[in-house]
């Protein structure tokens, strides 16, 4: 079964606001992963939070992670055109070399 | 720096044929892994592998045969195809660091199509 489930499944908004996806997951963890996959391409790494991370910050992309309620959210914020595409959560546990992907949040980005 | 590739982009195949989809990597990195993405289903971990000649299955593994006999190439074969094979496939291959660390890479995707 998914370890990771994003929500929404799609989003749609305009250029310059922000966007929100969020990704809950059931066991514990060493990490969470968010990526990144334009249409038709290989899914691309974005960000790592670490299980003892309650926030991160890379350029636009800010991930926060609560532990206690299983759950992270990535804000990408004055969102581009360029940002359409689907967003994947993925989960790191103890003991496994492997991650668990969610079924991504497809987002749209309207000019 | 090639990084990660797939060969075929593209296949069609038919039911029962035999199909071997490729993967390598240019980056030495010791675990590679093998998904197939389909529609409500996100991406599912079929093989991966921690070094040359170690295999473990993963969430989906049935129908399914890979090998490593060199650390660069993860071949994926599909023994006798079925329609329910009918997938995109990435490879990706695992970035050194500590288990907390272990971003992955991606392969630009083989679409299989199976009649």
């Known amino acids: 079964s998914q370890q990771g489930e994003e929500d929404p499944q799609a989003l749609s908004i305009q250029e310059g606001e922000n966007a929100t996806m969020n990704c809950s997951y059931k066991?514990?963890?060493?990490?969470l992963q968010w990526y990144r996959q334009n249409s038709g391409r290989g899914l691309v790494h974005l960000i790592l939070i670490r299980s003892n991370e309650r926030e991160k910050h890379s350029g636009r992309l800010r991930v926060t992670l609560d532990t206690s309620k299983k759950s992270s959210s990535l804000l990408i914020t004055a969102s581009r055109a360029a940002d359409t595409a689907s967003y994947f959560c993925?989960?790191?546990?103890?003991?496994?070399?492997?991650?668990?992907f969610g079924q991504g949040t497809r987002l749209t980005i309207n000019p | 720096d090639a990084g990660i590739t797939q060969s075929p982009r593209y296949k069609i195949t038919e039911t029962g044929r035999q199909v071997t989809l490729m993967c390598h990597q240019t980056?030495?990195?010791?675990?590679m892994f093998w998904y197939r993405q389909d529609l409500g289903h996100g991406l599912r971990l079929i093989y991966y592998s921690a070094a040359a000649d170690i295999t473990d299955k993963g969430e989906v593994p049935d129908g399914y045969v890979v090998s490593r006999s060199k650390t660069e190439n993860f071949p994926l074969t599909l023994e006798s195809a079925t329609r329910s094979q009918t997938s995109v496939y990435f490879c990706a291959s695992r970035k050194p660091g500590t288990p907390r660390e272990e971003t992955q890479y991606f392969g630009p995707g083989t679409r299989l199509l199976v009649l």
């Open positions: 993925a989960t790191g546990f103890q003991g496994a070399q492997k991650l668990v």
């Open positions: 066991t514990s963890i060493n990490n």
């Open positions: 980056w030495s990195h010791s675990y």
